[in-house]
């Protein structure tokens, strides 16, 4: 492998700069041999994988470290990139968006620094992952959960600054959040909202503080290193159910978005539901080749074969209720009722079907971390995927257009539609889940040359993206193009003036420091 260095500096200027960085965290702190550093490569590289890797890896212990490895790359133009964990699977895992940054692991500052059992909230720091702060509040007998994604591996905090969601009503982590310790580019430390007021313990009570609210800009952003986080944890309720309902047909998704919006609006629907087509529920139970050896896409007749062979739907309902068990029977009631008007729709509670998707959907929503959703992955020998994730109102007419704009790129790219639609209040994640073989360049270029053409499609309609892999990050920022780009100018006007030297994980989100822009890195 040869080894990627960050633009500008040579093999001397670079040694110089890791011996900085070996003497501002300890020797034993610093990955820079090939070996290691491949641990930090993106596990399912879009790109060549060769493209998107580090330079070195450093990993700080404390606030006052995390200042000297900002000090050393001011001095030396090293770029860094700053993770917590770095799983981020789909996204690009922990590498960094510029060939040959200098990653920032910060997985050593692992503190659970507070969990409060009266008003339900936790402080914590980067490395702290979802398992181990849902081990913290079991093994404690504490009466709250916290809310977790798809994989339970990861940071706590890494995923709520790329707005990671999750199932129960806490799904929204950006929403649930509430305060921040941010080191900036130079390194002033910096507590947002009421972490302001020294001695304060509204800190993690109230979001807001006295001024600007600035938490915001350091998620999905490269404006700073976040050293501590508190969120707020959900009340363990008295009782809960998880179910699922098939829908029969592929056009059933009108109607049922229609009813669920209601549903999620006036409350009858208290969690963040998701609705997965068939193939990405046939994933989880047998790689792609026990069901269709052919070339394509998995034509419709073998997805109704599935369906009948799994006792699927075309489209599968996964949601949740809580409460004691005479308001979850009235919930299911009403739910019933509401769907009941779709033909063809059945209703399972969680045990009376065989299905391992709701299986597992059952620990989720009921903030059970695990890894089981993972199991997706062996669709293809060498499984990955990568995401085209575009929001869509929570109307019938909508959800029907983006899927088939992205059903009808499947069949012109050879894909596999793999739809899991997450829904949020007024408006779903369309989670396409584009899975692909990593080891097959052929399969690669096409998958990247399918989730570009899905981007500029959404967008010519109005639907931007939510988030997005590192390949993808420049063209899905180009969509934001209302006046004129205004909305880069002005990340662009904060990247300069917080980071002027763009020492801060440059291109991520698109945003490049004045020195990289334009440059096609
Ligand atoms: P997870 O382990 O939950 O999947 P990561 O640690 O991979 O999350 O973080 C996801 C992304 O969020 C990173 O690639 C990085 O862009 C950003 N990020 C993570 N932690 C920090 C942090 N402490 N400060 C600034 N940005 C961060």
Redesign the pocket.
């Known amino acids: 492998m040869v080894r990627k260095l960050p633009p500008g500096l040579n093999e001397q200027s670079f040694a110089d700069a890791v011996a900085s960085f070996r003497r501002a965290v300890g020797d034993k702190w610093v990955i820079d041999d090939d070996a290691q550093l491949a641990n930090y490569r993106d596990p399912f590289a879009v790109l060549d994988p060769e493209h998107l890797t580090a330079s070195a890896v450093v990993m700080p212990a404390s606030v006052e470290e995390v200042q000297a490895v900002l000090a050393v790359a001011n001095d030396t133009g090293v770029p860094l990139s700053?993770?917590?964990?770095?799983?981020?699977l789909g996204y690009?895992g922990?590498a960094p968006r510029l060939p040959g940054a200098v990653v920032v692991d910060?997985k050593r500052m692992n503190r659970i620094l507070e969990v409060n059992e009266k008003f339900g909230y936790a402080l914590v720091e980067?490395g702290v992952s979802f398992m181990e702060l849902d081990n913290y509040l079991r093994e404690r007998g504490i009466d709250f959960w916290v809310d977790v994604p798809d994989l339970g591996w990861?940071?706590v905090?890494?995923?709520t600054?790329?707005r990671g969601v999750g199932y129960t009503a806490y799904g929204d982590h950006f929403a649930i959040q509430c305060g921040m310790e941010v080191v900036l580019a130079d390194g002033d430390v910096v507590r947002t909202g009421m972490g302001g007021v020294p001695g304060s313990s509204t800190a993690q009570l109230f979001k807001y503080g006295f001024g600007p609210v600035y938490d915001g800009i350091f998620t999905q952003s490269n404006f700073?290193?976040?050293t501590k986080m508190g969120l707020w944890l959900l009340p363990k309720p008295p009782g809960y159910q998880a179910y699922m309902i098939t829908l029969a047909h592929e056009e059933d998704l009108g109607p049922f978005v229609e009813i669920l919006r209601t549903l999620k609006m006036n409350g009858t629907i208290t969690n963040v539901p998701s609705l997965r087509s068939v193939l990405l529920d046939a994933a989880a139970v047998a790689p792609r080749s026990h069901f269709y050896s052919g070339t394509g896409p998995v034509p419709d007749s073998v997805s109704r074969k599935i369906m009948a062979d799994l006792n699927i739907g075309w489209w599968n309902f996964y949601g949740a209720m809580y409460g004691p068990q005479a308001s979850i029977d009235l919930q299911w009631q009403t739910v019933r009722d509401a769907f009941s008007t779709i033909p063809g729709a059945s209703f399972y509670l969680a045990g009376e079907h065989d299905s391992p998707v709701l299986a597992t959907r059952a620990k989720v929503m009921a903030c059970q971390p695990n890894l089981e959703t993972a199991d997706i992955f062996q669709w293809f020998d060498n499984g990955g995927h990568v995401d085209f994730a575009p929001l869509s109102p929570a109307t019938s007419e909508d959800a029907l257009s983006q899927y088939a704009m992205v059903r009808d790129a499947c069949l012109e790219f050879g894909k596999d539609y793999m739809g899991n639609w997450i829904v949020g209040r007024r408006e779903m994640h369309h989670i396409q889940m584009t899975m692909f073989d990593t080891k097959d360049p052929d399969d690669r270029t096409r998958t990247l040359a399918f989730t570009k053409q899905l981007i500029r499609q959404a967008a010519e309609r109005g639907y931007g993206a939510y988030r997005a892999h590192p390949a993808i990050m420049d063209e899905v920022a180009a969509t934001f193009s209302f006046n004129d780009g205004a909305l880069m100018r002005l990340s662009e006007r904060v990247k300069d003036a917080l980071d002027p030297k763009g020492i801060l994980?440059p291109g991520?989100q698109g945003i490049w420091p004045k020195s990289l822009r334009g440059k096609g890195l």
Do not use: F, Q, R
Request: avoid cysteine; aromatic fraction near 0%; hydrophobic fraction near 35%.
């Open positions: 700053p993770v917590s964990i770095g799983k981020n690009g922990p910060l980067p990861g940071s905090l890494g995923n600054l790329e700073g290193i976040v994980a991520k």
